[in-house]
């Protein structure tokens, strides 16, 4: 949706399939290929944009089990992925340039197991799936001796605030599904040790720009932001300006936490994106420069020098409020949860979650109590014009000096623009009783109230293993599988993490895959909030 422009949406062939005035394609009774159109009348003339090609597999045949793997970015077939039926069965094959695998049933339907893996992606596996069309969306490569992201500078010539202070923080977007995303990642997923005369080395996350105006005098202390990124295709935002030291309330103490006596500043500040910025994962490299400037040269990070610089300039306002109105906060690792991250914005397909509004608020009385406030937001702009809303808030645990660890998100997602946004009715506690016993390849999981789905992760060189099931009455077990034959074993020394989710209600885990289900923003919608934990 634009804003002012209306499209008259076209396909060539509609038993293929038809599509709304709202865009919405909808798959017909024949198999087959139509092109998708969409025209709009100009001064000169309708205006069509090229095509797109939609495939419709038809229904699926009785007796049958049909596996689509698709990229999770863009929707289009992921060819020679090695698919592996694990319950009933069990039965392998590799999918076709459509993407396209059938299994065979040899008896009555009943819940199923599957693993889609390819070299060149994560892989999925889905446990107690009941669907006889099922699509699996494989996200790009991530692997953990490689990193993406994006650096630049910050241009506060066009913001409005006035102080000696002059800061921003800058990032990017975050992937759909979010329940897969971190706390850190909003603030550049590092911390860098900044030099600050006659008080010595200060933490500022890595997303952070600072600058100080002393005696007439400008100081820059930090003038690059830093900021890793999920692989793909994604969305650089920065929130800009500077803040009157003197009214600020802010003192000597705040340096050695900057992060959390910062964070209700930046709701003040003016926003700006760049829309679309590619973000390719490329080795870490040892930091012989100290770049981060905590002494080890040997340690390994982001090779900074070769990802995309890009130069953001603040100007949109954030004049758009709404009410948010919390409860008490969860347990996550490491202990209670005592700060709390708002960010609101629009997720956009393939690009993912873009932070139009920053905000937040820290657990003072140290009760596990975070009033309900009146936060803000930008309106949408610079390119962001479609896609739902989303206004995701994280319960977080911040100790001095450091970036926030895994915490428990709730998560709202709306067609409109909120006025306010109730999140009182509770959160999720992390999983962090959870536990993984690499020989017997089992995870136990416990139980947590309101959790309807368990994400597993398992990140290693060579890639990352994603598995789903469905949380169970009691403390759920879940059986990894071996991995598919002839690759090598991602759940093998790897890192891993569990997350919990609480979905909608009547959404229901066994059909979140199907074919017909909406991909990953529609995962998006029907979520309600989650909470992560590492196991190992």
Do not use: C
């Amino acid at each position: 949706m634009v804003p002012g422009v209306t499209f008259e949406w076209s396909s060539t062939s509609s038993t293929v399939a038809t599509i709304d005035a709202a865009g919405v394609a909808t798959g017909g009774p024949t198999a087959g290929t139509t092109q998708i159109r969409a025209r709009v009348q100009s001064s000169i003339g309708p205006v069509d944009s090229a095509p797109v090609r939609l495939t419709n597999l038809g229904p699926p045949v009785a007796q049958q089990i049909r596996i689509t793997v698709v990229r999770q970015d863009s929707g289009l077939p992921v060819a020679g992925a090695q698919v592996e039926l694990h319950s009933p069965g069990p039965q392998s094959g590799v999918t076709d340039a459509d993407g396209v695998v059938v299994f065979t049933q040899t008896g009555p339907a009943q819940a199923y197991s599957v693993t889609a893996a390819h070299t060149d992606y994560d892989w999925v596996t889905v446990l107690g799936a009941s669907t006889p069309d099922l699509r699996l969306e494989l996200p790009a490569l991530s692997r953990t001796d490689r990193a993406a992201g994006a650096k630049g500078t910050v241009d506060l010539g066009q913001v409005t605030t006035q102080g000696a202070l002059s800061l921003s923080l800058s990032g990017a977007s975050l992937a759909s599904p979010l329940y897969g995303s971190e706390p850190a990642q909003i603030f550049g997923g590092d911390i860098f040790n900044v030099s600050v005369p006659m008080v010595g080395n200060i933490p500022v996350p890595a997303g952070n720009t600072v600058a100080v105006e002393f005696m007439g005098f400008p100081f820059t202390l930090k003038d690059t932001f830093y900021t890793r990124a999920q692989p793909g295709l994604r969305a650089l935002w920065s929130f800009g300006g500077r803040i009157d030291l003197g009214n600020s309330g802010l003192g000597l103490g705040d340096l050695q936490n900057l992060l959390a006596a910062l964070l209700p500043f930046y709701q003040r500040f003016e926003h700006t994106v760049d829309p679309a910025v590619p973000m390719l994962a490329v080795p870490t490299v040892a930091d012989t420069s100290d770049v981060n400037g905590n002494g080890d040269t040997t340690e390994l990070v982001p090779n900074w020098s070769s990802f995309p610089s890009r130069t953001l300039a603040p100007h949109q306002a954030q004049n758009l409020r709404y009410s948010l109105t919390v409860d008490n906060l969860p347990f996550v690792s490491g202990g209670n949860a005592n700060t709390l991250v708002v960010m609101s914005g629009v997720i956009l397909p393939g690009v993912g979650f873009v932070p139009l509004g920053l905000d937040g608020q820290s657990d003072s009385q140290g009760n596990g109590i975070v009033q309900s406030f009146v936060t803000k937001m930008a309106p949408r702009h610079g390119g962001l014009e479609a896609g739902p809303y989303g206004v995701m808030v994280s319960a977080i645990r911040l100790d001095m000096g450091g970036l926030p660890g895994p915490g428990s998100v709730r998560l709202y997602t709306s067609d409109r623009l909120p006025t306010a946004v109730d999140l009182s009715d509770g959160w999720l506690d992390s999983p962090v009783d959870a536990t993984f016993d690499g020989g017997l390849r089992q995870a136990s999981l416990p139980t947590l109230p309101g959790a309807d789905l368990y994400h597993l992760s398992f990140a290693g060189p060579e890639g990352t293993w994603h598995v789903y099931a469905a949380a169970a009455a009691g403390a759920t077990q879940v059986d990894v599988p071996a991995a598919p034959a002839g690759l090598p074993d991602r759940a093998a020394g790897a890192a891993v993490t569990v997350d919990a989710v609480d979905l909608v209600p009547g959404a229901d885990p066994a059909t979140l895959f199907d074919a017909a289900a909406p991909g990953g923003i529609g995962l998006d919608r029907l979520t309600r909030g989650f909470s992560r934990a590492v196991v190992q």
